[in-house]
């Protein structure tokens, strides 16, 4: 598996949570082929007055230039490298000069320089000066080839941050970094960077839980070695498969620490029981492999068809990491269930010192509390059920969707304030695109196709979401501009008079000044209207998209105009709802599949509806809560039902399985059966449990809102999941004895599978075994 590692590589593009066939993403698709990749834009802002000071002002031109010298910058639009549009004396076309012709500068040039920038040149608002006119940015166009490959990473750590850094330190002035391949750079390396913390510090807290429950160096060593195996195997898993490394395939080499442990609990501990019981190794060895082998190998598959889930659902995100988790977690039982018998045959039987811990005084009391609550307070457990069912149904109708781009994204880091900063002073970052098709060649060129996307930018103008539009709008603009010799007043579109004259100016402006060339395609068949979005909640975006398809559809004849809206941001926005309404029905076929276990182990109804409650109540409560607290529902929250659902019937698993096993061994005594159960599995389930919830909890130590919520959200289910596993389920066994004791269903499946009965009872005929005294 190590040998596979070298095939591991990190994700350098943004999730598409949508299916390859989704008619969004044809649309989408369809436009990266006409213009290319369209998140190719870093932006540096400034707002500081010093900056038009002489010295600081020349340096921030050459950190322009420096960027401009290097081959993955395309184009870098900035103060010192600003071009004028300005119309030709010898001939009809316009030419580029400098924007800045001098060398030197003093305070009273760089002043005329500014006044000229922020009060006649209109065309650069809100590309190189902000609309409040008090802050100004260097647009780097990078080149489209590198935006998805580690070139790009490599260029922005070790050639763009410090060269920022360098004019900071040399001029005191703040620069704000941003646009969409900076972020997934800083935000890719803080995955990597979480990936050896995350397994760090489950591994540290999961074996200090684990020697603080058994007291054992040697156990605790041997859990150690088999789920730093699985984790190693986790790698290997993903290097064989050829998969990207993820923010949520990260996630699944510390998931393996703390599901790996559980199961090295339920065996050592089973182990130590045996030995106490009878001190004899082999005879020990040989139950633990064939009883709890038997449950352990239930409650992974359970575990594993809670992320399997998730293979159903049309997102490559969401397949992987499904595939991947549930291949590991039967991986990790298999290593755990040869490992550690394996090992311990070769060892000495354990001593008196070594089992101590199954006589701890906490533990029994503990295990009396649940006897007494079960036994006298049935009512009272019930009455509280209901009571947080009801309480956690006000919660769920609070809850709101998120299809925010960087809601997870960590607050604390510098690249996060920066976003902020572009969203105050230039109204966004996020590409919305918006693909206009004349259905002709040169039809974009037309002056009424020009008027009706000159209509359609005001329209986005007013939207306070949004930015203000760029497209070639603005240069035909510009060219009447620079025809009436620059003068900021005749910055509009041409009239009808001026129309054949000034268009041809433009044509040919826009084919040698190469500053929109990106905004209509060679044909001229088609153009661009790009805009940025601000963070901006799903319900908002809703309305905002209902809006612009109502005025498009206004504006543009659709027998005349094909018009799609699309970009980076529309697509995540549209995947997120996609992706919650894909889960829901993941976490409901897991639901589904968990009863089919059930199902196959119990062949009662009863029994199923039983198994269920406690594992679903625990979910609602949650859900409540994340409604009474205000977590959004979104692509990292909503995975906590699956994967909660999943680890959760693990519990009432074990326990049902004893249960069965004593109703056996004890003639069908249920009230006996149920406190012989919770006697020997209740210490297990309370060990596996908060091993789980401080296991999740490392998660909480993201920088990630996704993650931490992840990890938050599993550690209260788990929690409310154990507590209801131990009274809540052996109070309704005992509620509903009369119904569900019906020997027959139970006793056949019962030999088949999870027997642990001794083997005298094995040994007895079915009439043998009808005729024992019974109540």
Same mark, same amino acid.
């Given at each position: ?43 540096l802002g400034v707002k500081d007055s010093t900056l038009f000071t002489p010295e600081n002002f020349n340096a921030w031109m050459k950190l322009s230039q420096e960027l401009q010298a290097f081959d993955e910058v395309e184009l870098s639009l900035s103060v010192g490298d600003l071009k004028k549009l300005q119309k030709r004396k010898d001939a009809q076309e316009f030419e580029l000069v400098p924007f800045i012709d001098d060398t030197l500068f003093t305070p009273n040039t760089i002043a005329r320089y500014k006044h000229e920038l922020f009060n006649k040149l209109p065309f650069y608002e809100g590309l190189i000066y ?80 684990? %020697? ?153 009391? %503990? ?409």
């Open positions: 598996m190590a040998s596979q590692w070298q095939h591991m590589r990190f994700t350098y593009t943004e999730a598409n949570l949508l299916p390859d066939d989704h008619p969004y993403n044809l649309e989408y698709n369809e436009f990266l082929d006409i213009f290319g990749e369209e998140g190719n834009l870093i932006v902000n609309p409040a006119k008090n802050s100004v940015r260097t647009a780097l166009y990078l080149d489209k080839s590198i935006v998805n490959t580690f070139t790009r990473r490599d260029f922005i750590l070790s050639d763009l941050i410090p060269k920022i850094e360098a004019f900071e330190a040399q001029t005191n002035i703040e620069v704000h970094t941003s646009g969409m391949p900076y972020i997934r750079t800083l935000n890719s390396k803080n995955i990597v960077d979480e990936i050896s913390l995350f397994i760090g510090a489950a591994m540290l807290i999961t074996s200090l839980i684990f %020697f603080f429950f058994f007291r054992s160096y040697r156990a605790t060593f041997i859990s150690l070695v088999t789920v730093l195996i699985g984790v190693m195997w986790s790698f290997g898993f993903l290097g064989l498969m050829h998969y990207e490394i993820t923010v949520l395939t990260a996630l699944i080499p510390p998931l393996i620490i703390v599901i790996g442990i559980p199961n090295c609990i339920f065996l050592i501990n089973k182990y130590q029981q045996e030995i106490k019981r009878h001190g004899n190794q082999a005879k020990s060895l040989q139950r633990v492999i064939s009883k709890v082998g038997n449950a352990t190998l239930m409650t992974n598959l359970t575990t594993a068809s809670g992320f399997g889930t998730f293979i159903l659902t049309n997102s490559k995100l969401l397949k992987e990491f499904g595939i991947v988790a549930s291949i590991n977690i039967i991986a990790i039982f298999l290593l755990s269930l040869f490992i550690i018998p394996i090992i311990y045959s070769f060892m000495a039987v354990p001593k008196y010192k070594h089992l101590k811990h199954l006589n701890k005084r906490w533990i029994s009391r %503990f295990v009396n509390w649940m006897e007494l609550m079960v036994r006298e307070h049935r009512i009272a457990i019930y009455a509280l059920s209901v009571i947080m069912l009801c309480m956690s149904i006000i919660g769920i109708f609070q809850i709101k969707l998120s299809g925010s781009l960087i809601d997870d994204m960590p607050k604390s880091m510098g690249f996060y304030k920066d976003i902020k900063f572009f969203e105050k002073e230039y109204e966004g970052i996020m590409p919305l695109e918006i693909l206009v098709d004349t259905k002709r060649k040169k039809g974009v060129m037309n002056l009424a196709t020009l008027k009706r996307m000159e209509s359609l930018q005001q329209v986005i103008n007013d939207i306070p979401e949004l930015s203000q539009p760029i497209s070639i709008v603005n240069l035909v603009k510009y060219s009447k501009q620079a025809y009436y010799n620059n003068n900021p007043e005749y910055f509009q579109l041409p009239n009808n008079q001026e129309r054949s004259f000034i268009l041809s100016y433009a044509q040919s402006g826009a084919e040698n000044t190469n500053l929109l060339s990106s905004y209509v395609d060679t044909t001229g068949q088609y153009a661009r209207i790009t805009a940025f979005l601000k963070d901006t909640k799903l319900e908002r975006f809703e309305r905002i998209e209902e809006d612009l398809r109502q005025e498009i559809t206004k504006i543009f004849p659709e027998d005349r105009y094909n018009i799609s809206i699309t970009g980076k941001a529309f697509i995540f926005e549209k995947g997120t709802k996609y992706l919650v309404n894909n889960l829901l029905l993941s976490l409901s076929l897991a639901i589904f599949l968990i009863a089919l276990f059930m199902a196959w182990m119990f062949r009662n109804l009863k029994m199923i509806l039983i198994s269920l409650i406690p594992n679903i109540l625990p979910l609602l409560i949650t859900a409540g809560l994340m409604g009474f607290l205000g977590v959004d529902i979104k692509p990292s929250t909503i995975l906590v039902f699956s994967i909660a659902f999943g680890i959760s019937v693990d519990d009432t698993i074990h326990f049902l399985a004893k249960y069965r096993q004593e109703l056996i061994a004890n003639g069908w005594r249920i009230k006996k059966s149920v406190f012989l159960a919770l006697k020997e599995t209740g210490v297990s389930m309370f060990y596996t449990s908060i091993v789980l919830f401080f296991g999740f909890s490392v998660f909480t130590i993201s920088e990630f809102g996704g993650t931490i919520a992840l990890g938050a959200l599993v550690s209260i289910t788990l929690l409310f999941a154990m507590l209801a596993n131990l009274l809540l389920l052996p109070s309704l066994l005992l509620s509903l004895e009369r119904s569900i004791a019906n020997k027959q269903t139970l006793l056949k499946p019962a030999l088949e599978i999870l027997t642990d009965t001794d083997e005298e009872v094995k040994a007895l005929t079915q009439e043998e075994f009808e005729d024992r005294p019974k109540k």
